[in-house]
Structure formats: structure tokens, C-alpha cells
């Protein structure tokens, strides 16, 4: 493992399925992702001897650690990745394939099947939101806000006024 800074996911016992679960789905998304070497409990660590303690992964390029931590912790909202695309194709292809399993949630929000919180967004909405213009900007988020899946076109609609 390299020095830096790495985000670690806790998982009840399902850290290689998980990773396993977001390198495939990244790279049906057309993203380059990869699973590492898997470190096994060594002992006397919680857990049983020569079970998955830590799956090494990468997606898009961000490395992760999934940990087989336990039950005592769970995700919520509070933390969510990010996935910023550039079509809708795109964006409809994240939104399925991590959702899968999971529920949609509002303005382009999912849990998937972990419990873990993902935003699936067009790269071009905070352009949007910011523009100077603050009519635009707020008929962009008061249209995303009545969203669940985000529409581009809806969106630039909104954007132009229409």
C-alpha cells in the first residue's frame, strides 16, 4: 500500500463483495476501477484467523479501502461519493448499475445494497447553479429539487426558463 490518503468504507463482514460490486459497476460504466491484493485477519485481530479484513480497490482513479469492521458501525447520508458525468447516458448508466439493489433518494442521491449514500450528477450543473444570473440558478435547483434521477434537458430547460 502507498502513503496518502485513502478513504476506508466499514462493512459487516461484506467488504469483498462490496468491492467487488463498485469495480464492476464502475467499469460497466465505462471507468477504469481494480480490486488489490486482499489482506487477510493475520489474528489476534477481532474476527476469525484468515478472514477478509481489508479489500484495496480503485475507481476512477480514487483508491479505497473496504474494511470488514463489524456491526457496530454503519453509513449514513452524512458522507456520500460523488459521481460526476458528462452525458445522460452516462449519468442513467451510474444511477442503475449502483442502485441496484439499493433505493433512489432525492436530487440525484442513492443508497446502494451496503448502505453506502452516492450522488450521480451531470458535470454541468454547478455551472448552472452558480450563474451569476440568480433567477437561472435558483430555477435550476428548485428543478432539481423535484427530481430523482437528474434529466440534463430538464435541467437546461429550467436553466433557460423554459
Known amino acids: 500500500m502507498q502513503s496518502g490518503i485513502t478513504t476506508c468504507l466499514w462493512f459487516d463482514g461484506r467488504a469483498e463483495e462490496a468491492a467487488a460490486f463498485y469495480t464492476a459497476a464502475f467499469r460497466a460504466g ?15 485481530a477481532p474476527g476469525p484467523a484468515g478472514r477478509v ?4 480497490f480503485t475507481l476512477h482513479g480514487q483508491s479505497f479501502l473496504a474494511l470488514n469492521g463489524g456491526p457496530e458501525f454503519c453509513f449514513t447520508p452524512a458522507v456520500s ?5 458528462d452525458s445522460q447516458g452516462e449519468l442513467d448508466r ?15 442521491w442513492l ?8 450522488q450521480i450528477f451531470p458535470a454541468m450543473l454547478p455551472r448552472l447553479a452558480a450563474d451569476p ?11 432539481m429539487m423535484g427530481m430523482t434521477k437528474l434529466d440534463i434537458a430538464a435541467l437546461e430547460a ?3 426558463g423554459e
Open 81 to 85: 461519493l460523488c459521481v460526476i458525468c
Open 133 to 143: 444570473d440568480t433567477a437561472r440558478g435558483a430555477r435550476v435547483m428548485t428543478a
Open 111 to 118: 443508497t446502494d445494497r451496503f448502505g453506502l449514500s452516492w
Open 53 to 56: 479484513l481489508l479489500v484495496p
Open 30 to 44: 465505462g471507468r477504469e476501477a481494480s480490486v488489490g491484493e486482499v489482506l487477510r485477519n493475520p489474528g489476534p
Open 158 to 160: 429550467a436553466y433557460r
Open 94 to 108: 451510474f444511477w442503475d448499475l449502483l442502485g441496484d439493489g439499493g433505493r433512489p433518494d432525492q436530487c440525484g
